[in-house]
């Protein structure tokens, strides 16, 4: 059973920093490539970043390029979303999922979710 724990979130001021985790446990962690996904209050979701299984391939989207910094450690079965400059608009909740396949698209990555962990919140507020 595919099991996803996401931690991390909490609230902070614009400009500030959030650094998330996402252990993941129930599939070959080490083979799999990772994605980051958040959804905010009557929005849809919204992807962030794929990571590949090895860290080596990494895409984001235009909204959060230059600021999130998505990682993994394969030894420990996790991922992690640095997350800087925060803005407003990055309020959300925070999921990560495993992908079947490495994609560069957002909508691939969004529709390949199975499943997803609770999720973490982050609020960027003044």
């Known amino acids: 059973e595919v099991q996803l724990v996401e931690s991390g979130g909490g609230s902070v001021q614009p400009g500030g920093s959030l650094r998330l985790s996402c252990v993941a446990s129930g599939f070959p962690f080490d083979n799999t490539a990772m994605t980051w996904v958040r959804q905010a209050p009557g929005k849809e979701l919204e992807w962030v970043t794929n990571i590949n299984r090895d860290g080596g391939t990494i895409f984001y989207a235009d909204s959060v390029k230059g600021r999130f910094v998505v990682s993994r450690d394969n030894a420990k079965n996790t991922t992690y979303l640095q997350m800087n400059d925060l803005k407003i608009e990055d309020t959300a909740m925070y999921y990560c999922?495993?992908?079947?396949?490495?994609?560069?698209?957002?909508?691939?990555?969004?529709?390949?979710?199975?499943?997803r962990g609770q999720g973490t919140q982050v609020t960027v507020s003044s």
């Open positions: 999922a495993n992908l079947p396949w490495m994609t560069n698209s957002g909508d691939l990555a969004i529709g390949a979710i199975q499943s």
